[in-house]
């Protein structure tokens, strides 16, 4: 029986953020849109029971990604997560959550108690002024709250968002910021430039946002690498750095170009070799209307994913997919990246270093395409 990774979208958010592109509908706490949880909620275990029944399949991650699941509550979440369970299985899965810090009464206890063992909070700041200007709704107090509430339920694997290059920040609000993860003795951090995304307020607005420069941009990713490396994070993709034995198993699957199911408006599904999605609408969803998105699964597409690892592509684990070594030409494309120092490969395989991954996209379509 095969083995794929679950990724559970929940498009709600309390209030869009300016920044943000992911798919969500703003959702406030009265009764009528109480509804629209709890009609969602059905829908998606409709799907699960469904998908159940026709795959043979059995899943070791599962991720509840948004939006912001949270907002569900922790009696949802947990219906969700029994219908998972009923149709994937899901032992020894890495079973995470999304929570914004804003959710005050979300029931840690509930969550551990159904099975959930990992939250990935949304702190994206530790200073306050950072966070009005990225319109969130929480303080670093209401995030301090969240973190101590989620260890005393027992959840011992927590990872904290983090956003670099952001408005009214400096080097040394960013240092505050690693250094307040590094001080929550998390397990993990994912890292993130601040990107504006056509179509936001913030892409309406940047010229009044004072947004440092793409040199800084850079100054400010090298210096979280090298900070969080020294205080015991390792970097194993791009964005995403982990105590050791820590690493997000979810979005390996990605990564390594495995097969995944994503459920719920926006998410992405690779299955048996073929690629599709929802489209941006809960509409379009109730209908269960799937885009394909052809084909996946090949060489390049193994190696683009592959290489935004810091272990990159590995001879190892090329030959286990592809039955063969990787080829030459993608050695000797890389040489002169390699001379600037952007890339390192030797008899295990090929990586990018940190200076690279500021620029992996041009250094992945060259060795890809010269
Ligand atoms: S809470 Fe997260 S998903 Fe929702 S709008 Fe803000 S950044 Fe986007």
Redesign the pocket.
């Known amino acids: 029986m095969k083995t794929i990774g679950v990724y559970i979208h929940i498009p709600f ?1 309390k209030r ?2 300016p ?2 592109d ?1 798919y ?1 509908v703003s959702h406030s706490a009265s009764a009528g849109d109480d509804r629209i949880l709890d009609d969602y909620t059905e829908l998606l275990c409709q799907r699960l029971k469904e998908d159940g029944e026709r795959l043979s399949c059995q899943a070791d991650t599962l991720y509840f990604g ?3 699941p949270s907002l569900l509550g922790a009696e949802r979440l947990c219906r969700i997560l029994r219908q998972a369970k009923e149709s994937f299985g899901l032992s020894d899965a890495e079973i995470t959550l999304e929570v ?1 810090p804003e959710k005050r009464d979300l029931d840690f206890d509930r969550l551990r108690q159904e099975g959930f063992n990992r939250i990935s909070i ?1 702190l994206q700041s530790a200073n306050d002024n950072e966070l009005q200007a990225l319109g ?1 709704l929480h303080s670093v107090s209401d995030a301090e709250f969240c973190i101590t509430r989620a260890r005393q339920a027992g959840f011992e694997n927590l990872s904290l968002d983090l956003m670099i290059a952001v408005p009214r920040q400096t080097r040394e609000s960013l240092l505050h910021s690693i250094h307040f993860c590094a001080l929550q003795e998390v397990t993990h951090i994912s890292a993130y430039l601040l990107k504006i995304e056509p179509g936001t307020p913030f892409d309406r607005m940047k010229d009044r946002l004072l947004l440092c420069d793409d040199d800084e941009q850079a100054e400010r990713y090298l210096l979280t690498v090298e900070t969080l490396q020294r205080l015991g994070y390792q970097q194993y993709e791009i964005s995403n750095f982990a105590r050791p034995g820590f690493e997000g198993r979810h979005n390996l699957h990605y990564w390594h170009d495995e097969e995944y199911l994503g459920y719920g408006p926006s998410a992405h599904s690779f299955l048996n070799g073929q690629r599709f999605f929802y489209d941006r609408s809960m509409e379009s969803y109730r209908r269960d209307i799937r885009i394909s998105d052809g084909t996946g699964g090949d060489e390049e597409e193994y190696l683009l994913l592959a290489l935004r690892l810091r272990e990159g592509v590995t001879e190892e684990r090329f030959f286990r997919r592809f039955g063969y070594p990787i080829p030459r030409r993608y050695y000797q494309r890389a040489i002169p990246f390699q001379k600037a120092g952007y890339l390192s490969s030797d008899s295990h395989g090929i990586r990018l270093t940190p200076k690279g991954f500021l620029v992996s996209n041009t250094i992945i379509s060259t060795l890809l395409t010269p």
Do not use: A, I, L, V
Request: with cysteine.
């Open positions: 958010c869009k953020c920044y943000c992911f969500s948004g939006g912001t914004n949304g969130r």
